[in-house]
Every structure is written in structure tokens, then in C-alpha cells.
């Protein structure tokens, strides 16, 4: 980034000695170039930063999804209904309720992901479109 930096401030300069009427204009007086330069150059910093973080958070719940697949828990519950006095109809009645909040809770887990990821892709195309309309 400074050779573009560089460049840029030979460039302004050489076009200041080709332009000696433009030289003792107030608004050359100060560099704008170099404060949108830095501007943008913070901002770009900015953007990684916050894309880094959420990068750390878009894998930390793809990690605690992974761990959720494995499906431990309901595993170790089928070696559990299986043992003598394993349970009254209440009781079966209380764990089908749990384990149909459980499958609804996914089913909505999986929407929410699907979501997210669709609207992210229309981000993408929609950012691609109105780059193509630039040109």
C-alpha cells in the first residue's frame, strides 16, 4: 500500500508542475487525496476486522453444530430405555414431548441456516450485479 501511496503523491505532484495555474488554488492546497487514502485504508482495516470476528463466530457454532450432530446425548438415552423399570406411561409421555420439541428445534436450526446462507448469496450477486453495472 505505501508504493500506491508513493505513486500517487509523485503523480499529484508532477501534475502540479504541469499545472502551474492549479498550484496556487486553496483546495490544492491540502491533500483530499491523502485523507480519502487514509480513510478508505481505515476502513478496509475496519472491514477485516469485523469479518475476522465474525468468521471466529461462523465457526465456533459450525464446531457446536458438529458436536450437536454427533448426537451423544440421544445415544446414551437409547442405552437408557432399554434398562428394567424404564418407564411409566407419564414418563414416556413427558420424553416424546422433549424429543418432538427437540426434532422442531432442529427442523427450525436447519431453516434458520438455510436462510442465512440464501440471503448471504443474494448479498453476493446483488454486490456483482451492480459491479457489472459500473463498468
Same mark, same amino acid.
Given at each position: 500500500?505505501? @508504493?500506491?501511496? $508513493?505513486?500517487?503523491?509523485?503523480?499529484? +505532484?508532477?501534475?502540479?508542475? #504541469? &499545472? !502551474? +495555474?492549479?498550484?496556487?488554488?486553496? %483546495? %490544492?492546497?491540502?491533500? #483530499?487525496? &491523502? +485523507?480519502?487514502?487514509? /480513510?478508505?485504508? =481505515? %476502513? *478496509?482495516?475496519? $472491514?477485516?476486522?469485523?469479518?475476522? /470476528?465474525?468468521? /471466529?463466530?461462523?465457526?465456533?457454532?459450525?464446531?457446536?453444530?458438529? *458436536?450437536?450432530?454427533?448426537?451423544?446425548?440421544?445415544?446414551?438415552?437409547?442405552?437408557?430405555? %432399554?434398562? !428394567?423399570?424404564? @418407564?411409566?406411561?407419564?414418563?414416556?409421555?413427558?420424553?416424546?414431548?422433549?424429543?418432538?420439541?427437540?426434532?422442531?428445534?432442529?427442523?427450525?436450526? #436447519?431453516?434458520?441456516?438455510? #436462510?442465512?446462507?440464501?440471503?448471504? =448469496?443474494?448479498?453476493?450477486?446483488?454486490?456483482?450485479? &451492480?459491479?457489472?453495472?459500473?463498468?
Amino acid at each position: 500500500m505505501d @508504493t500506491v501511496y $508513493k505513486q500517487a503523491e509523485e503523480q499529484a +505532484e508532477k501534475n502540479d508542475h #504541469d &499545472k !502551474p +495555474e492549479h498550484r496556487h488554488c486553496d %483546495h %490544492h492546497e491540502h491533500d #483530499d487525496w &491523502k +485523507e480519502r487514502y487514509e /480513510k478508505e485504508k =481505515r %476502513h *478496509e482495516e475496519y $472491514k477485516l476486522h469485523h469479518i475476522y /470476528k465474525l468468521e /471466529k463466530s461462523i465457526k465456533k457454532l459450525a464446531d457446536a453444530l458438529a *458436536e450437536l450432530g454427533r448426537g451423544a446425548h440421544l445415544h446414551e438415552l437409547l442405552g437408557i430405555i %432399554h434398562k !428394567p423399570g424404564w @418407564t411409566t406411561k407419564a414418563e414416556l409421555a413427558f420424553v416424546n414431548a422433549i424429543l418432538d420439541q427437540v426434532g422442531v428445534q432442529i427442523r427450525a436450526l #436447519d431453516r434458520l441456516q438455510d #436462510d442465512l446462507v440464501d440471503a448471504s =448469496r443474494k448479498v453476493i450477486y446483488a454486490c456483482k450485479d &451492480k459491479h457489472d453495472d459500473d463498468k
